[in-house]
């Protein structure tokens, strides 16, 4: 558990977000401390994707902010372009090269930081960048499956090499949307196990939308619940009873009906 009292790595403020007139995000605010594990949790199209994809780009908020470091991510400056190289994201559907290695995957994380000339194929990539990634990947229990390719890892594997990724990156936020959705029940808890124990020991911020409440439970350290796009309930994981989390899936199921 971090110290209430650290400064956030993210700052979400007043997120809005709305999509051929209806309100996805209404007035979101979430803090995320170095080395802190937050999920978000809600029904589908309650928001949580969205507010992971504003902060890292992938969708324009209608209004609000959002820092990383202090920098802020929308200003348009040179601090808010070199912060958004502090975060990473990884995906329900897991975005690795299927045909290279999964150390060549990891040395990917790096590209931001190395000149086009060490960056323009992976015969390139420097002997330190590669001492690095295999590293990463010995953190996240895959120094043995370096040299084979993606497509022969299970799901739970790659998901690992995509964490040992974000580790080479040296991203200081973590994003994950749904990371263990398409997983069977022991790869889903393996997988979580490594992002938490990567959260903890790296200091990295993780916030996580999540569809296993009982994951959310057992690993994060607190859960945020969203309907509607605005945030139902926010506290300690052993705080939030299964009543509220059970009422934000019960009152979609209501709406659809």
Request: hydrophobic share 45%.
């Amino acid at each position: 558990m971090t110290d209430t009292m650290t400064p956030p790595a993210l700052a979400i403020r007043g997120l809005c977000k709305s999509f051929g007139g209806r309100a996805v995000l209404s007035g979101f605010d979430l803090d995320v401390a170095p080395g802190e594990v937050v999920a978000l949790l809600g029904a589908n199209g309650s928001g949580k994707s969205t507010a992971l994809k504003c902060v890292v780009g992938l969708v324009l908020p209608d209004e609000g902010r959002a820092h990383v470091f202090g920098a802020d991510l929308f200003d348009g400056s040179r601090s808010s372009v070199q912060a958004r190289t502090r975060i990473a994201m990884v995906f329900q559907q897991i975005h690795l090269v299927r045909r290279r290695s999964a150390l060549d995957n990891v040395c990917a994380g790096a590209l931001g930081r190395l000149p086009l000339r060490r960056s323009w194929a992976p015969v390139a990539f420097p002997r330190e960048l590669r001492e690095e990634a295999m590293a990463c990947l010995d953190r996240v229990g895959l120094a043995d499956r370096a040299h084979e390719r993606i497509a022969a890892l299970s799901g739970g594997q790659q998901q690992r090499v995509a964490l040992a990724r974000a580790l080479c990156q040296r991203a200081g936020v973590l994003l994950a949307d749904e990371p263990v959705s398409a997983l069977d029940p022991s790869a889903a808890e393996n997988v979580m196990h490594v992002m938490t124990d990567l959260a903890r020991s790296e200091s990295i911020a993780v916030a996580a939308v999540l569809h296993q409440p009982e994951l959310a439970r057992r690993h994060a350290d607190r859960i945020v619940g969203l309907r509607d796009g605005r945030i139902c309930f926010a506290g300690h994981a052993g705080e939030i009873s299964q009543n509220e989390i059970s009422a934000l899936y019960i009152a979609n199921e209501k709406v659809s009906a």
